[in-house]
């Protein structure tokens, strides 16, 4: 193994924490822990806990850097070594950000991302390329289970001749929507409790992004069980680095990844 860096790691997915897992508990790597967003005042006690170590190698943050000046700005000042991508695979402004930081700080860059499901021949998707186009797909008069993030369900409001199922994790604005339904929670835990929930509320669509992996990855069989069509939304396209979806893969590309300039 190549002399102990210190990893940026942006996080905030079951990857990244794995991740973060693996190189405290088998490395000498030091590892800061950068989540965006409020999660309150004790999310390093509650990570910390959850991850079932505590270690000298590992420190956390929380917050935005400022754009990719604040970022590279940061890097200089906390002497990283590596930059590494885990956030969501739609965390489009952090990943683009970590791009632009990465190259003006000559920090070498990963990007570490689930992998994308995909169409089967007992699926029925449709697959666009934004929100819009899925909200202008679905057919009038239609139930709808929307699984797009609090963030994200606006495209939607004006499509009051159908009526949605939100969940999200998230409160979100109920007063935009006509007719709708909001279940705030995590994703079902097996997909027989997916096909519960959607046969309780008489979906005839699933419209989802395509995250990848997981927990959430139950809804798409419960889709597929029970012969609901899919509205996928792509991922977004985002600048070429490095980019790895199996652990091994990424811990291979630390070891090897050039010295920070």
């Known amino acids: 193994m190549t002399k102990p860096r210190h990893i940026l790691l942006l996080g905030g ?3 990244a924490r794995e991740l973060l897992e693996t190189l405290i508990k088998s490395t000498e790597h030091d590892v800061t822990y950068s989540l965006a967003g409020v999660l309150g005042s004790k999310a390093e006690e509650v990570l910390r806990s959850r991850m079932g170590f505590d270690s000298d190698h590992f420190q956390f943050r ?14 200089e000042e906390h002497d990283i070594d590596l930059l590494i991508d885990a956030t969501h695979p739609y965390a489009t402004v952090i990943s683009r950000n970590a791009i632009e930081a990465s190259k003006a700080g000559a920090v070498p ?33 239609v139930t709808v289970f929307l699984s797009v993030g609090r963030q994200s369900i606006a495209p939607f409001a004006s499509r009051k001749d159908c ?20 279940i705030q929670g995590m994703p079902g835990r097996s997909m027989e409790e997916e096909m519960t929930l959607f046969q309780e509320y008489d979906i005839d669509y699933l419209v989802t992004k395509n995250s990848g992996s997981g927990k959430a990855s139950y809804k798409i069989l419960a889709a597929r069980e029970l012969h609901i069509p899919v509205i996928m939304v792509k991922r977004p396209t985002l600048p070429d680095c490095p980019e790895f979806s199996e652990l091994e893969a990424v811990l ?10």
Not at 64 to 72: D, H, M, V, Y
Not at 252 to 261: F, G, K, L, R, S
């Open 13 to 15: 997915t079951a990857e």
């Open 62 to 75: 929380m917050g935005g850097f400022g754009g990719p000046e604040g970022l590279r700005h940061y890097m």
């Open 109 to 141: 860059l990963a990007r570490y991302v689930r992998h994308e499901w995909t169409e089967t021949p007992d699926d029925s998707w449709t697959v666009v390329d934004r929100l819009s186009d899925a909200a202008a797909a679905l057919p009038s008069g």
């Open 163 to 182: 009526r949605f199922v939100i969940r999200s994790i998230a409160e979100a604005e109920e007063h935009l929507f006509h007719s709708a339904t909001f």
């Open 252 to 261: 291979t590309w630390i070891d090897h990844a050039p010295e920070a300039h």
